[in-house]
C-alpha cells in the first residue's frame, strides 16, 4: 500500500515562509513526475509545482520566482520552499506523484491527503 503524507502545513503570517514536505512509505519502484498541487476553498485544485526525474520544474505564475520544488530521489521525498506567503496563497496543499509501484506495472497517479496551509495576520 503506497501512502504519500504531506507535513510542514500551518498558520503563517503574510510575507512568512513554510517548507512543505511529502514522504512516501511503501513500495514505490519508480517515480517520475512529483508535484504539489492546492485547493481553496470554492475553486477548483490546481497545480502549484512539478519536478520531474531530471529535474525539470515548472510553477504556476502565480508562484513564481516565490515558491521553489525540490526533490531527494533516494528518500523519494519532495519539498515545496513557499517563501513571500501571501492570503491568496491560502489552501490545503497536496502532493502527487506518477509513479511505477514496481517494474513492468502501469504509471500511476497518487496522491497524499492534503495540509492545510493559512496566510494570515
Known amino acids: 500500500q503506497v501512502q504519500l503524507v504531506e507535513s510542514g502545513g500551518g498558520m503563517v503570517q503574510p510575507g512568512g515562509s513554510r517548507r512543505l514536505s511529502c514522504a512516501t512509505s511503501?513500495?514505490?519502484?519508480?517515480?517520475?513526475?512529483m508535484g504539489w498541487y492546492r485547493q481553496a476553498p470554492g475553486k477548483q485544485r490546481e497545480l502549484v509545482a512539478a519536478?520531474?526525474?531530471?529535474?525539470?520544474?515548472n510553477y504556476a505564475d502565480s508562484v513564481k520566482d516565490r515558491f521553489t520544488i525540490s526533490r531527494d530521489n533516494a528518500k523519494k521525498t519532495w519539498y515545496l520552499q513557499m517563501n513571500s506567503l501571501k492570503p491568496e496563497d491560502t489552501a490545503v496543499y497536496y502532493c502527487?506523484?506518477?509513479?511505477?509501484?514496481?517494474?513492468?506495472?502501469?504509471?500511476?497517479?497518487?496522491w497524499g491527503q492534503g495540509t492545510q496551509v493559512t496566510v494570515s495576520s
Open positions: 502527487n506523484c506518477n509513479a511505477q509501484a514496481s517494474y513492468g506495472t502501469s504509471w500511476l497517479d497518487y
Open positions: 511503501g513500495r514505490l519502484f519508480r517515480i517520475n513526475v
Open positions: 519536478i520531474t526525474s531530471a529535474g525539470n520544474t
